[in-house]
């Protein structure tokens, strides 16, 4: 058997997949186009069914990718059931696609969920009347608390028995038409006749591309038909027609209580973090907080209660105490330190295949391992901040404060999403029916700071933390907040230059504040750490054996002592002077971090898996420069940049480097979502891409640099120079200087 699940964005749909499937769930792609499609099974049935999990949809139209997805499953593939899950708190909305789903020559079942939150306001839904009204059984469920899931399963095998022929809650002038015209159907032996010839009637665009005989004969007596204040326009009178039959029904079905207060508890939140002053500022404190949870090494500054040496545990702090991400990372990265001993430790020194394992192969992997369990707090309080619905008032803030810069609230949904991985955000860009903005989107989709980046802004937040007292915390939120800028920056330069095009308008419908599941906040941590796991393993694993041989062997494969001298190392000096502008090409190991720029375009966990080689390789060497105090990496990272005309600029340099990291080309498999993506012209728009994020990396990472060197000579003047580059920003936006100077350029 296979059913499908169908119903809004928001309606729980989701929620009720992960509490049917379980484990089983697998996520693939729907046939032409890059939507996920998630499918699973039901386990407790005899039947064992397969649960097809369609895209969040409002209509069967052809308006959305996801709409003609979920469209051309249920006409092509015929399930044997579809259940409909209807959102109880919002039933004239949700029963608009049940009235559409119900002209389908399909067996249905209604899931009303969410109707532990309709008792808790009080109002009551008659059940029993609901399904004499649809037709169709209709099960009372909670998707969040697991309730009614095993009623609902047995009563959608019942139905899947049987067969159900399609029925429509349209009438009055249309019956006749729409009965003729589904007779035409049945002649040409069309499955589902009622809802094909609704949407003829309507004038889809595919129905009548794929049946214009049918269109043809009909076009006079729709014509003809009277449509009232509609005036012809039929797909406006139908959706009319079944809005009414609605809210009729909804008389005797659902009773509302007496409501105390005007505003509902989520409208009463929402007036503080939507906030059109207030709004922007929260979402950043909300940020801030999750990586000082994730980072910080002074867990909510209690260190200003305690004296230096108070604590004395290389786990939960020495000053103060760590916060649970830190503890997480100092646990793990004592297993990894442990577990490289006992594997390492029974090699004879010296030869090549111990320098492989110990400096190649565990000291890269292991440099990427050790910062998993902070990625996983991370991403822990991000899929909090998604399932609780927050998520989603981000977007609406973030339209309402940037539309001016070419980003609308629509755009800002698959960046967002970038925050996990770039390649759903940017296959997420499929859903933006503006093709300009879509290119733009994609543009833009590497600024914000992914997961895999995570590990190198990571890596230094630890070394400025244990060497120049910069609160880690602070070092990671500058990169996101580094990249959103940009974003916006780049929004509005595309939008008047390369990519012009008007923003369109943004409309959504913001979900009700709920609790997150703790069962499908744990699926979601158990992916991504199997995906990273797996990432390790292999694509990690992989490129750190190619990255020892090329940094430990000469042209002759011989081994060097000086990584400098070996295949790598002579490489990349033809390469080297180009970074020197930006501080980390600079001194005698500028190389190093050179090679992990490049190799980062595979994955960008192996650029902290091409500094935990280099650290592995010189690591006796760095710590002697500290009396053996830190960590092999850290020691490394601090050494980058050097001395410049007696400044200390390692600082500007590795923020120059972590700048340059973010905005560059992303990973592979990004850059390969992101040619499919474009809609035409792919080779063209690509290449474009790919110089726009290198230059775009280039110029800030060149800003960052000597900005940053300013500061460490005069922080006076520094500040000078960032607000007078603040404020030719700001005037160059607010006078549309980039349109303007394009306009010169394409006229010469």
Known sequence: MKFALAGNPNSGKTTLFNALTGSTAHVGNWPGVTIDKRTGVYRKAAERPEIIDLPGIYSLSPYSPEEIVSRNFLLDEKPDCIINIIDATNLERNLYLTTQ??????????????????????????VAQLEKALGIPVVKISALKGSGIDGLMERSVKAARSSRAGASVLGGSLSALLEETAELYRREKVGSPLFHAVKLIENDGPE???????????????????????????????????????????????????????????????????????????????????????????????????????????????????????????????????????????????????????????????????FMPQILVLFLFLSVLEDSGYMARVAFIMDRAFRRFGLSGKAFMPLIMCFGCG?????????????????????????????????????????????????????V???????????????????????????????????AYRLPQLKNTALHLWQKLKNYVVRAGTIIAGATVVIWALTSLDFSFRLVEDGGDSMMGLISRFFTWIFVPLGFGMGENGWKFVVATFTGLLAKEVVVATMGIFAGMDGDEALELEDGAGNPLWLMLIGVGGVLGGLDVSVPAMFAFMAFNLLSVPCMAAVAAARGEFKSGKGHWLGKAIIYWIATAYIVALAVFWLGTLFVASWWLGLLVFLALTAAIVLAVRFRIFGKIAGIFKRS
Request: glycine fraction near 10%.
């Open 101 to 126: 789903l119900l002209e389908l020559d399909i067996p249905i079942v209604a899931a009303l969920n969410m109707t532990d939150v309709t008792d808790k306001n009080g109002d009551r839904i008659d």
């Open 208 to 370: 009548v591309g794929k049946y214009p005989k049918i269109a043809e004969r009909i076009r006079p007596k729709r014509d003809a038909a009277d449509t009232g204040i509609f005036e012809g326009d039929f797909e406006g009178y139908i959706a009319d027609a079944r809005y009414k039959r609605i809210a009729a029904e909804l008389q005797s079905v659902l009773k509302k209580a007496e409501k105390n207060a005007a505003l509902t508890r989520s409208d009463k939140i929402d007036r503080v973090l939507t906030h059109k002053i207030w709004g922007i500022p929260i979402f950043l404190a909300i940020m801030l907080a999750v990586f000082h949870i994730t980072f910080s090494e002074d867990f909510l500054f209690l260190g200003v209660f305690f004296g230096e040496g108070s604590f004395d545990s290389a786990i939960f702090g020495a000053d103060a105490i760590n916060s649970p991400g830190v503890i997480l990372f100092n646990l793990m990265e004592l297993f990894t330190s442990w577990l490289g001993g006992l594997i390492g430790g029974g090699l004879p020194e010296g030869t090549w295949y111990a320098g492989l394992v110990n400096d190649g192969l565990l000291g890269g992997v292991f440099a990427v391992l050790s």
């Open 423 to 475: 390649v759903p955000g940017i296959m997420a860009t499929r859903t933006l029916e503006n093709e300009k903005e879509r290119t733009r989107t994609i543009f833009l989709a590497p600024f914000f700071s992914c997961g895999a980046k995570l590990p190198i802004w990571a890596a230094f937040a630890g070394a400025f933390a244990y060497y120049k007292g910069i609160n880690a915390e602070l070092t």
């Open 477 to 511: 939120f500058s990169m996101y907040v580094l990249g959103i800028a940009i974003a916006i920056i780049s929004a509005f330069f595309l939008k008047n230059t390369v990519i012009k095009g008007e923003t369109p308008p943004f409309i959504m419908e913001l979900p």
